[in-house]
């Protein structure tokens, strides 16, 4: 939570008061909330109104259009406050969408990849952001974060077999969340298509089984569910998901 980087000062470019073609308010309206959202999110530490303030910003600004990056941006470190993941990852990844110049963007990138198991992908994201000539606090941070990930990816890539890159890595995770999403969803042929690709790129992790054998379970695939879960017993005998 301490890693999400989110610069205190409010100042941002002024901009008249003209309602611009496609916008559903005029820009200082927009500003008005953006900056209610940070007074929340930086000052009073709630969530729950930083996030409304923002999403009402949001739906008035087309896309593509800044600054909707920024406000994207901010949805996605208060999700990222909030721990909720899946939601910052989403979020600075349509932030980066509209603007792929700001460091912070790629550097709280990184760091939701990291608490959503895309490792891969998050160290690619500190590569970016370190390329970028960051401010001194954000390459101090960037410098800490980049050996610790380069180690979880290289601790990940020596169980899988010879010749396994980053990027098959990358491909490999962002499968497995796929089924994470569909198994949320209760979309439970769709995860199970999707968990059974991953295990198929490298059979080496439990969830993938845990999270296949749940979903077989679910469609009443008693057998196959009961198969599942043994596997990933198989792989890592103290994995408790499997177990329950």
Excluded at 102 to 118: E, G, K, Q, V
Excluded at 161 to 167: D, L, R
Excluded at 232 to 239: D, F, M, R, T, V
């Amino acid at each position: 939570r301490k890693s999400v980087h989110k610069q205190k000062t409010g100042a941002r470019q002024e901009i008249p008061a003209v309602q611009p073609q496609g916008w559903l308010a005029d820009r200082p309206s927009v500003e008005r909330l953006i900056q209610e959202g940070t007074e929340y999110l930086l000052h009073d530490d709630d969530l729950l109104r930083a996030e409304r303030a923002f999403l009402q910003a949001l739906v008035l600004v087309p896309d593509m259009a800044p600054p909707r990056d920024a406000i994207l941006f901010d949805l996605g470190t208060v999700y990222a406050r909030d721990c909720r993941y899946e939601d910052a990852y989403q979020h600075f990844q349509a932030a980066i969408a509209v603007n792929a110049a700001a460091p912070d963007y790629w550097f709280n990138l990184a760091m939701s990849c990291m608490h959503t198991l895309r490792l891969g992908r998050s160290l690619r994201a500190l590569e970016q952001c370190a390329r970028m000539n960051p401010d001194d606090q954000l390459r101090r941070m960037v410098d800490r974060q980049m050996g610790f990930v380069r180690n979880l990816v290289t601790t990940e890539l020596s169980t899988r077999p010879a010749g396994f890159t980053i990027e098959r890595l990358i491909e490999q995770e962002d499968t497995f969340q796929e089924g994470c999403a569909a198994m949320e969803a209760q979309r439970w042929p769709k995860a199970v298509s999707w968990f059974r690709r991953a295990i198929a790129m490298a059979d080496v992790l439990p969830q993938p089984w845990g999270n296949l054998g749940i979903c077989l379970l679910m469609m009443g695939q008693t057998e196959e569910g009961r198969a599942a879960l043994q596997r990933a017993l198989e792989i890592e005998p103290g994995y408790e998901y499997a177990q329950r």
